[in-house]
């Protein structure tokens, strides 16, 4: 038995984890928890946003460099599922689930966070993400599924990125809108009303990380990014050192809060 805290974080391409995460990551990495990023895809059909990047490589070998250098920053581990992007609703589903239901068996985490069901905006990547750890946190407890990928584990709580409305007005305030395009189609970020949120991370003492984290996917913004800007100063945005989470499953030995109070760390309640 082993009194190691670990988390583990599943997301579909570099950069998910920064925006969102990012914070949280870095938080519990310096806390001494054992923290690991699952990744699904390099990025490698994505675009470069800024105009005044040269590659002379493959984009997904760049978004690759990229993501471990954010790894680095935060100070979590990196596991590459290795599928292609855009491409994981044809990927053999059971195969993506069993690699994740491995490596939570033998990383044996407390906590896993991963995209909801909305995937944030809807990215077809980021529902496959959601659905593949959905299903591997079920699976990973069960003994006679894929005996050969490790003894049991039980996830002791799962949950799900989310982001509150208001925070999506602010995102709109300050991008000037509030969606992703995807192939020049409008894809409007999904936000929860605060009584939907179960869990809210103050990551203050980390937004430098966080920001420093997002700024490693350089490929991936646009000049006029405000995350770019140099006087873009974490502290005058409360909003950007608040992370939002929607416990979605937890095992029976959980504590939880009473009287609908929000969690403020990820591994309260558990024994």
């Known amino acids: 038995m082993t009194n190691q805290r670990t988390l583990v974080a599943i997301f579909a391409h570099p950069d ?24 699904a895809t390099l990025g490698e059909a994505g675009q470069i946003a800024n105009p005044e990047i040269t590659i002379n490589q493959p984009l997904g070998a760049l978004r690759e460099q990229e993501l471990r250098r954010a790894c680095a920053g935060y100070g979590v581990t990196l596991h590459l599922l290795g599928y292609m992007d855009g491409q994981t609703t044809v990927v053999p589903q ?53 005996p050969e990928a490790g003894p049991p584990h039980t996830v002791a709580k799962f949950y799900y990125r989310a982001m509150f ?27 929860y009303p605060p009584e939907r949120i179960t869990t809210v991370l103050d990551i203050s003492d980390f937004a430098r990380a966080k920001l420093e984290g997002i700024r490693c996917h350089a490929s991936q913004l646009a000049p006029d990014n405000p995350y770019l800007l140099p006087n873009f100063e974490p502290g005058d945005h409360p ?33």
């Not at 416990?247 to 024994?271: C, M, R, W, Y």
């Open 165 to 191: 409305e208001e925070q999506i007005a602010m995102v709109e305030e300050m991008n000037g809108q509030n969606y992703v395009c995807l192939d020049g189609i409008p894809f409007p970020f999904v936000g």
């Open 16 to 39: 998910d984890e920064a925006f969102g995460t990012g914070g949280t990551l870095a938080k519990y990495a310096a806390a001494g928890v054992d923290v690991h990023l699952i990744t």
């Open 239 to 271: 909003w950007f050192a608040t992370e939002a989470y929607i416990l979605a499953q937890h095992s029976p030995h959980v504590s939880l809060p009473d009287n609908g109070q929000k969690e403020t760390d990820l591994f309260s309640g558990i024994s």
């Open 94 to 146: 059971s195969e993506a689930v069993f690699k994740i239901v491995k490596l939570l068996r033998q990383l044996k985490p407390q906590v896993v966070i991963a995209f909801g069901p909305d995937g944030i905006y809807g990215h077809y990547d980021h529902l496959a993400a959601h659905r593949w750890a959905t299903a591997a946190v079920e699976v990973a407890n069960q003994g006679d599924w894929w």
